[in-house]
T-cell receptor
Framework: GESVGLHLPTLSVQEGDNSIINCAYSNSASDYFIWYKQESGKGPQFIIDIRSNMDKRQGQRVTVLLNKTVKHLSLQIAATQPGDSAVYFCAPDPQAGTALIFGKGTTLSVSS | DSGVTQTPKHLITATGQRVTLRCSPR?????VYWYQQSLDQGLQFLIQ???????AKGNILERFSAQQFPDLHSELNLSSLELGDSALYFC???????????????FGPGTRLTVT
């Protein structure tokens, strides 16, 4: 089955810095990827997605990069704010309506 | 607010007991998913229902069961509880997966279960 891993369990940054959260996946057939954010005491929340026919997708202050050759994706957060402090999960979702497979997540801590 | 509601928010019970967790999906969402989140296992998929029918099973124990009712709300039943069942239980919902309109799942606030 699919295995999803994140490179670092924790990432600490200063407010205003850019953050990069990495994610590796094992199934080369995965064609769709989603990033979720989970703030303390809340359920996961969708941030951004990317399809395998894209290398890059930008949202509001977030950019996701996909490198299919090495089966790696990253989430970049520009001008990180204290409100970005959360656990970030990447999840490959090859078919709509199937369960999400989350890795352990990366905990982002933003200090001001 | 995701539009998904879960009750109760907190639940404390003893080993061997049985509890029922309730979830109401977003209006119009036909698919409901249950996940378990513990410190050592991360977020684990348990089971999915679509329009009242079981669609997929994940790492759900035989002591656990779920159902989705005609009004689309869902209940997760946990029985013969053990200390290791202590965790956050999340429900998520999504639109009709066959419509291809969205892959996004909307999560509720979770139920924190503590087994003592």
């Amino acid at each position: 089955g699919e295995s999803v891993g994140l490179h670092l369990p924790t990432l600490s940054v200063q407010e205003g810095d850019n953050s990069i959260i990495n994610c590796a996946y094992s199934n080369s057939a995965s064609d769709y990827f989603i990033w979720y954010k989970q703030e303390s005491g809340k359920g996961p929340q969708f941030i951004i997605d990317i399809r395998s026919n894209m290398d890059k997708r930008q949202g509001q202050r977030v950019t996701v990069l996909l490198n299919k050759t090495v089966k790696h994706l990253s989430l970049q957060i520009a001008a990180t704010q204290p409100g970005d402090s959360a656990v970030y999960f990447c999840a490959p979702d090859p078919q709509a309506g199937t369960a999400l497979i989350f890795g352990k997540g990366t905990t982002l801590s933003v200090s001001s | 607010d995701s539009g998904v509601t879960q009750t109760p928010k907190h639940l404390i019970t003893a080993t061997g007991q049985r509890v029922t967790l309730r979830c109401s999906p977003r209006s119009g969402d036909l698919s409901v998913y249950w996940y378990q989140q513990s410190l050592d296992q991360g977020l684990q998929f348990l089971i999915q229902y679509y329009n009242g029918e079981e669609r997929a099973k994940g790492n759900i124990l035989e002591r656990f069961s779920a159902q989705q009712f005609p009004d689309l709300h869902s209940e997760l039943n946990l029985s013969s509880l053990e200390l290791g069942d202590s965790a956050l239980y999340f429900c998520a919902s999504s639109v009709d997966p066959t419509a291809g309109s969205s892959y996004e799942q909307y999560f509720g606030p979770g139920t924190r279960l503590t087994v003592t």
